[in-house]
């Protein structure tokens, strides 16, 4: 009897034992669902990490305990702290890539636009020079060829304006028309000695007798306006191109960069590698981490409509390529004007500076010559082949050519205008871009399938508003640069100089020219939301830095701190086998 009770009550221990067992991971059960989420648990999330070039050997091959994680939430997890580490350095640099990368075609843009602009104009002033030779050569033969360099003088002088030399357009287009005053009234008097005082005296006269018309106050003001407006256009699509460079070299703040670890990454050590953030969720993270570029978008703005404006100048009044083509002609009409007037204009001269003494010839050709051979330049430019020529450009009557370039200024303006309006507020727009990507945010539609930041469901928090001002309610960037960051400050200020320059140049007046740096990436790269702390990088110049740690050693899970409920699947085991150990000792010793 006593060996059946016993045997009885061996049986019921263990029948008792074995529930305990089943209750117990019946709980544990419920316990990690509870916390790692992934149907396969840390399946998925060993294909997902190894994805990204990281070793399996990273991943636990069951959820552990969460104790030693920073970022996302402790409790049973697929991550340890070096998968945390790695994934968070990667969500950093990701960030990094797909801003630099959706502001890739506006930063393209302005760069190619730059440089075609800039060699357009270069090219313009290069052929007009050039058809002013040929036309010169062909029309006035020797005498344009020994007196030539006046006019290399004016285009270099016009080239060196355009390459940023301190020269004053009105002043180099007066000394033009002085110049080449003095060269014909000589060579229409060729028997005089000249000197300083005569040509000083007959200077003075120049506004009275208006030699060559009306073409130096023409010509003048046209080249000023369209000279300046051709030169501050190339340089506001410059200062635009290194803007765009900066600022879109984003280095994420520490506060930043966690926000977008809880964002993509977190959901992997819930072992739910492939749920995708919720688009509301992605907005306020961008939002965050974008907020100082967003401080530029009211300069930028204005910046945008100061460059529409003057291609709205340079399309009409300011056009350069309507000035350049034709200066040629304008300049040989003006000089035909004053051989038609020689005879009053010699007159009105000596009279009112003395007829100076006969002197000696000069060598060169006799003096019937020269006027025989001026009377051929006018009769070809009357009624010759260069006549027709000149006839028909100065009427218009010619399809304007394409430059060296291959192309005209109408069509590169229409490309500028109807590109960059489109870029108005892309720096607000810049985190609706980022989460627009499949890639890194689900659907704006599938709001209730998605990762909120904590775990699969709706995103409730509202939407922050644009700018730093605005961050102090977002609920995932926990702290932001109040300052705002340093280059996007400095960019600020550039757009806010271009611009008034874009404005002066639209009303006609003069600008100065901008010494900015060429755009090899020198400028420093630009940085996320900002810590807030002040704390920065050993360049001392503004920037946190982002440092990807080492591969430390793979460190067993221990208990989180007071907690039960991150006990090891391999702790329950060990204490439910000293615990049927003992009962069973205890049973067969009683």
Same mark, same amino acid.
């Given at each position: 009897?006593?060996?059946?009770?016993?045997?009885?009550?061996?049986?019921?221990?263990?029948?008792?034992?074995?529930?305990?067992?089943?209750?117990?991971f019946?709980g544990?059960?419920?316990?990690?669902?509870?916390?790692?989420?992934?149907?396969?648990?840390?399946?998925?999330?060993?294909?997902?990490?190894?994805?990204?070039?990281?070793?399996?050997?990273?991943?636990?091959?069951?959820?552990?305990?969460?104790?030693?994680l920073?970022?996302?939430?402790?409790?049973?997890?697929?991550?340890?702290?070096?998968?945390?580490?790695?994934?968070?350095?990667?969500?950093?640099?990701?960030?990094?890539?797909?801003?630099?990368?959706?502001?890739?075609?506006?930063?393209?843009?302005? #760069?190619?636009?730059?440089?075609?602009? !800039?060699? @357009? %104009?270069?090219? $313009?002033?290069?052929?007009?020079?050039?058809? =002013? &030779?040929?036309?010169?050569?062909?029309?006035?033969?020797?005498?344009?060829?020994?007196?030539?360099?006046?006019?290399?003088?004016?285009?270099?002088?016009?080239?060196?304006?355009?390459?940023?030399?301190? #020269?004053?357009?009105?002043?180099?287009? !007066?000394? @033009? %028309?002085?110049? $080449?005053?003095?060269k014909?009234?000589?060579? =229409? &008097?060729?028997?005089?000695?000249?000197?300083?005082?005569?040509?000083?005296?007959?200077?003075?006269?120049?506004?009275?007798?208006?030699?060559?018309?009306?073409?130096?106050a023409?010509?003048?003001?046209? #080249?000023?306006?369209?000279?300046?407006?051709?030169?501050? %256009?190339?340089?506001?699509?410059?200062i635009?191109?290194?803007?765009?460079?900066?600022?879109?070299?984003?280095?994420p703040?520490?506060?930043?960069?966690?926000a977008?670890?809880r964002?993509?990454?977190?959901?992997?050590?819930?072992?739910?590698?492939y749920?995708?953030?919720?688009?509301?969720l992605?907005?306020?993270?961008?939002?965050?981490?974008?907020?100082?570029?967003?401080?530029?978008?009211?300069?930028?703005?204005?910046?945008?409509?100061?460059?529409?404006?003057?291609?709205?100048?340079?399309?009409?009044?300011?056009?350069?390529?309507?000035?350049?083509?034709?200066?040629?002609?304008?300049?040989?009409?003006?000089?035909?004007?004053?051989?038609?007037?020689?005879?009053?204009?010699?007159?009105?001269?000596?009279?009112?500076?003395?007829?100076?003494?006969?002197?000696?010839?000069?060598?060169?050709?006799?003096?019937?010559?020269?006027?025989?051979?001026?009377g051929?330049?006018?009769?070809?430019?009357?009624?010759?082949?260069?006549?027709?020529?000149?006839?028909?450009?100065?009427?218009?009557?010619?399809?304007?050519?394409?430059?060296?370039?291959?192309?005209?200024?109408?069509?590169?303006?229409?490309?500028?205008?109807?590109?960059?309006?489109?870029?108005?507020?892309?720096?607000?727009?810049?985190?609706?871009?980022?989460?627009?990507?499949?890639?890194?945010?689900?659907?704006?539609?599938?709001?209730?399938?998605?990762?909120?930041?904590?775990?699969?469901?709706?995103?409730?928090?509202?939407?922050?508003?644009d700018?730093?001002?605005?961050?102090?309610?977002?609920?995932?960037?926990?702290?932001?640069?109040?300052?705002?960051?340093?280059?996007?400050?400095?960019?600020?200020?550039?757009?806010?100089?271009?611009?008034?320059?874009?404005?002066?140049?639209?009303?006609?007046?003069?600008?100065?020219?901008?010494?900015?740096?060429?755009?090899?990436?020198?400028?420093?790269?630009?940085?996320?939301?900002?810590?807030?702390?002040?704390?920065?990088?050993?360049?001392?110049?503004?920037?946190?830095?982002?440092?990807?740690?080492?591969?430390?050693?793979?460190?067993?899970?221990?208990?989180?701190?007071?907690?039960?409920?991150?006990?090891?699947?391999?702790?329950?085991?060990?204490w439910?086998?000293?615990?049927?150990?003992?009962?069973?000792?205890?049973?067969?010793?009683?």
């Open positions: 009897m006593a060996a059946t009770a016993n045997f009885y009550k061996m049986d019921t221990v263990i029948m008792w034992t074995l529930g305990a067992i089943l209750a117990l019946s544990l059960a419920t316990g990690l669902g509870g916390n790692v989420q992934g149907i396969q648990g840390c399946k998925d999330v060993r294909h997902a990490y190894t994805a990204k070039g990281f070793s399996q050997n990273d991943v636990p091959p069951n959820a552990i305990s969460g104790e030693n920073r970022i996302c939430s402790q409790g049973f997890t697929c991550c340890t702290d070096t998968m945390e580490e790695k994934l968070s350095a990667t969500s950093g640099s990701e960030f990094e890539d797909r801003v630099y990368d959706k502001s890739s075609y506006l930063r393209d843009y302005f #760069v190619r636009r730059t440089e075609r602009f !800039d060699e @357009f %104009f270069k090219a $313009l002033v290069d052929n007009g020079h050039t058809d =002013l &030779n040929d036309l010169f050569v062909r029309t006035y033969g020797p005498l344009y060829v020994q007196h030539s360099q006046v006019f290399e003088d004016l285009f270099e002088n016009l080239k060196g304006y355009y390459y940023g030399v301190d #020269v004053d357009l009105v002043q180099v287009m !007066d000394d @033009f %028309f002085v110049i $080449l005053m003095q014909m009234f000589k060579l =229409l &008097n060729p028997q005089y000695n000249y000197n300083d005082e005569f040509w000083g005296c007959m200077t003075q006269y120049m506004d009275e007798l208006k030699p060559f018309g009306e073409v130096p023409k010509l003048t003001t046209q #080249v000023k306006r369209a000279f300046i407006a051709a030169r501050t %256009f190339v340089q506001g699509l410059a635009g191109r290194d803007v765009v460079i900066r600022v879109s070299k984003v280095m703040s520490h506060d930043c960069q966690k977008l670890m964002m993509s990454y977190c959901p992997h050590c819930k072992g739910l590698p749920v995708k953030p919720c688009y509301q992605c907005l306020n993270v961008m939002k965050g981490c974008l907020a100082s570029q967003a401080e530029l978008d009211a300069e930028w703005n204005n910046y945008i409509d100061a460059m529409l404006m003057l291609a709205d100048r340079l399309e009409g009044p300011f056009n350069i390529e309507a000035v350049m083509e034709p200066m040629d002609v304008k300049i040989s009409e003006a000089i035909m004007q004053m051989q038609d007037n020689s005879m009053s204009i010699s007159t009105k001269v000596f009279s009112g500076c003395r007829t100076p003494g006969i002197g000696k010839r000069e060598a060169g050709p006799e003096p019937g010559r020269d006027r025989d051979r001026r051929r330049g006018r009769e070809r430019e009357r009624g010759g082949p260069e006549s027709d020529d000149i006839s028909r450009r100065a009427q218009g009557s010619q399809p304007r050519p394409t430059t060296a370039s291959g192309t005209n200024l109408e069509r590169l303006v229409k490309d500028v205008r109807s590109h960059i309006k489109e870029y108005r507020r892309f720096w607000t727009f810049l985190p609706y871009m980022m989460c627009d990507d499949p890639e890194l945010a689900a659907d704006v539609s599938d709001a209730d399938s998605c990762w909120n930041g904590q775990r699969v469901g709706r995103y409730d928090h509202e939407i922050v508003g700018g730093i001002a605005e961050q102090g309610k977002n609920p995932e960037v926990a702290e932001v640069n109040m300052k705002g960051d340093f280059v996007v400050r400095q960019q600020i200020l550039q757009l806010k100089v271009i611009t008034n320059r874009l404005n002066a140049a639209y009303n006609g007046e003069d600008v100065e020219w901008i010494d900015h740096e060429e755009y090899d990436g020198s400028g420093g790269s630009g940085s996320g939301s900002g810590s807030g702390d002040g704390n920065t990088g050993p360049g001392n110049d503004g920037f946190t830095e982002t440092n990807i740690p080492e591969d430390p050693i793979y460190r067993p899970t221990r208990k989180p701190p007071g907690s039960t409920a991150g006990l090891s699947l391999h702790s329950h085991l060990s439910l086998t000293l615990l049927i150990l003992g009962l069973f000792v205890s049973c067969v010793c009683s």
